[in-house]
C-alpha cells in the first residue's frame, strides 16, 4: 500500500463517505481550499494509479469507488505511525497521549478493560 500524500488522503475520506462518486461529487464535499476540477481529476486518477480506487465507465465519465476500506488503511497508517514515532510500543502511544493530557482516566480505565476482556 503506497503512502498517499494530505490531499489525497483527504479525497479518500471523500469517496469511503460516499461510496461511489464522481469527480463533481468529489469536488462538491470540499469544504476549504477547493482544487480546480481538472486538478482534482488528476488526484483521483493518481489514487487509481496507487490501487486505492478503481472506477466503472459511464460514456466519458468516470464514477469512482474504494478498493482498499478505511479499516484496512487505518491499520496500515497506524501501524506505520506506531512504528516511526514510538518505537514499536503501544505503551508508549499511551504514554504520550496521557502526557499531553488527550486521554483522561476514565478512557484509560476502558482501554484497560477492553486488554483485560480481549484476553480471557
Aim: hydrophobic residues 35%; without cysteine; proline residues 2%.
Amino acid at each position: 500500500m503506497e503512502k498517499l500524500t494530505n490531499k489525497e488522503e483527504e479525497i479518500m475520506h471523500i469517496i469511503w463517505t460516499l461510496e461511489k462518486a464522481f469527480v463533481k461529487d468529489v469536488l462538491a464535499e470540499i469544504k476549504d481550499d477547493k482544487p480546480h476540477y481538472n486538478t482534482l481529476s488528476t488526484i483521483i486518477r493518481n489514487l487509481e494509479d496507487k490501487g486505492y480506487v478503481a472506477h466503472q465507465a459511464f460514456g466519458k465519465t468516470h464514477q469512482y469507488y474504494p478498493i482498499v476500506s478505511k479499516e484496512d488503511y487505518k491499520k496500515r497508517f497506524m501501524k506505520t505511525a506506531i512504528h516511526n514515532y514510538f518505537n514499536n510500543s503501544y505503551k508508549n502511544v499511551v504514554s504520550f497521549f496521557a502526557e499531553e493530557e488527550n486521554i483522561s482516566v476514565d478512557e484509560l480505565k476502558e482501554i484497560i478493560n477492553l486488554i483485560e476482556k480481549n484476553n480471557k
